[in-house]
């Protein structure tokens, strides 16, 4: 007579992805998750950019993310740190550090180049920390670059409740044939600022060297606080 036959079947159906609130973890996400919860999250930032929605928020959590490539911002997002809304100054006294900062998600570039470019309008980035691995020649690269020069027109960024460590050269530039409308760089602190080697000392650097810490060139109707 005939054998028995097992029939199995296996479901093969995509894992859900994030939309409105995508979620990164460089310590135990993976991309291959789908980003809804903080135990679901992604491990990279690029990854989590690209799934959230326009208007969405990718919220990072604590560690340190290397990114051997620019992090390119094309739409309208929050990319929010563990410390988003929470100034890294103290409100007593803004000389000094606020020491109610959690643990923070530590972004740098591998290799001394730009960080993050900026080329939509109202991107808001809060709550991280910034540092730097350049150390020699040239610092004129920007760590945040906004603005036609990085990827179209920008109106509206906002840079809030960061913290900017031993950073080399210019943090946040904004650049390109279009002036840009609304830049608000608000609530940050720098730590320990340097010059690279070779970008000279005293008060003026080489040419070839970023001169500001925060340079909003080409940016109109913009605000500026510590």
Excluded: H
Excluded at 163 to 184: C, H, L
Excluded at 194 to 210: E, F, K, L, M, Y
């Amino acid at each position: 007579g005939a054998g028995n036959i097992t029939t199995t079947n296996y479901d093969f159906e995509p894992t859900p992805q994030c939309t409105t609130t995508c979620y990164v973890d460089g310590a135990t996400g993976n991309d291959l998750n789908g980003g809804m919860s903080p135990t679901d999250a992604k491990k990279t930032i690029p990854a989590a950019i690209a799934r959230v929605d326009v208007d969405g928020a990718v919220r990072v959590a604590a560690g340190s993310y290397t990114e051997s490539a620019p992090i390119q911002i094309n739409k309208s997002i929050k990319l929010l740190g563990p410390n988003a809304g929470i100034s890294p100054n103290s409100a007593t006294d803004a000389v000094q550090p606020n020491l109610s900062r959690v643990a923070e998600a530590t972004l740098l570039p591998a290799a001394g180049g730009e960080l993050i470019r900026i080329g939509a309008k109202d991107v808001v980035i809060d709550g991280f920390r910034f540092t730097d691995t350049r150390t020699a020649g040239s610092s004129i690269q920007t760590l945040i670059g906004a603005g036609g020069n990085y990827g179209g027109v920008a109106d509206g960024v906002e840079i809030r409740n960061n913290t900017f460590y031993e950073v080399s050269r210019t943090a946040f530039y904004t650049n390109g044939p279009t002036v840009i409308d609304g830049v608000d760089v608000l609530d940050n602190r720098a730590v320990n600022p340097t010059r690279a080697n070779g970008c000279g000392t005293g008060p003026v650097a080489v040419s070839s060297c970023g001169r500001q810490l925060f340079n909003m060139w080409r940016a109109d109707n913009s605000r500026f606080s510590g």
